[in-house]
């Protein structure tokens, strides 16, 4: 049996190559695709996601959404914790 993993990232840059590395490591036999996806990140996690070619699929957004479906220009209601 294979999996498809999808891993979302928003400024992961400093962390995605060795979350790839340990997912590769120890899950590497039981893996059909890693898909990940980047929301805009600022700090070039989308531009390194995008370089990684080992059954990995890079989705990019071009502009960044929180967990409300609304852009982050937009309002946010009081107390949203993401």
């Not at 805009?40 to 959404?65: N, Y």
């Amino acid at each position: 049996m294979q999996a498809s993993i999808v891993i979302p990232v928003w400024n992961g840059a400093d962390v995605i190559a060795g979350c790839l590395d340990a997912l590769y490591a120890h899950a590497d036999d039981l893996l059909g695709e890693v898909i990940c996806v980047d929301n805009a990140s600022p700090d070039g996690a989308g531009d390194f996601i995008a370089t990684v070619t080992r059954r990995c699929v890079s989705l990019a957004s071009r502009s960044t959404w929180d967990c409300l479906g609304a852009p982050t220009s937009a309002w946010k209601l009081p107390g949203a914790t993401c």
